[in-house]
């Protein structure tokens, strides 16, 4: 009776433990289903905010107007001088959706060498965001260059030092933070 008790409490025992096991098994899918919920919900949220971000963007793109080769560095604000963008080595621009709610606003694009144009909303629209800058050609006035001016010459100051004793076998100097250290001679020979 003792052995079948024994088996019986053990197992009782296993199944209790089984459960046990079991039911933290259950409660960890339950969590880690919460954890994957909830990171899949902000995978979500920031693919939707990325992509929401990217259309509302306005792409386009500055070339020269007599060559069509594209200008790289133009200078892209709102006309109070208010700073917005440069275009990249291919000409490429792009200007956030909210910098153009107001319709009246104007956009500036100035480089060196051509016209700036003053575009409206509209205008960008009208032309799909392509914008061509005039070279701007301005008549010098007359240079003249003089190649009789005298070439700056540097100076050093010095002072003149006393003239060294005779039989000194080698002599060096050093000249450093306006000091000069004079180095070299007999060893038996001191100079104060």
Not at 19 to 41: G, H
Not at 66 to 80: E, H
Request: hydrophobic share 40%.
């Amino acid at each position: 009776m003792h052995k079948k008790y024994n088996c019986q409490y053990r197992k009782s025992r296993c199944q209790s433990v089984f459960n046990e096991w079991l039911d933290f098994i259950n409660q960890m899918k339950s969590v880690i289903l919460i954890i994957f919920t909830k990171k899949l919900l902000c995978i979500v949220a920031m693919a939707l905010c990325s992509w929401f971000h990217l259309s509302a963007q306005l792409k386009g793109r500055v070339l020269d107007a007599q060559t069509n080769t594209s200008l790289a560095g133009v200078n892209i604000y709102f006309t109070p001088h208010k700073g917005l963008t440069v275009t990249n080595t291919d000409g490429d621009y792009i200007l956030p959706e909210l910098a153009l709610q107001n319709s009246a606003d104007s956009i500036c694009f100035s480089y060196i060498g051509y016209f700036t144009q003053k575009l409206s909303k509209q205008n960008l629209q009208d032309n799909n965001y392509l914008v061509l800058l005039a070279p701007s050609t301005q008549k010098l006035g007359e240079i003249t260059v003089d190649g009789k001016m005298p070439l700056l010459k540097s100076f050093v100051g010095f002072e003149k030092m006393a003239s060294m004793l005779r039989g000194l076998s080698s002599f060096g100097s050093t000249l450093h933070d306006g000091k000069l250290y004079v180095t070299g001679g007999d060893t038996g020979f001191i100079i104060r």
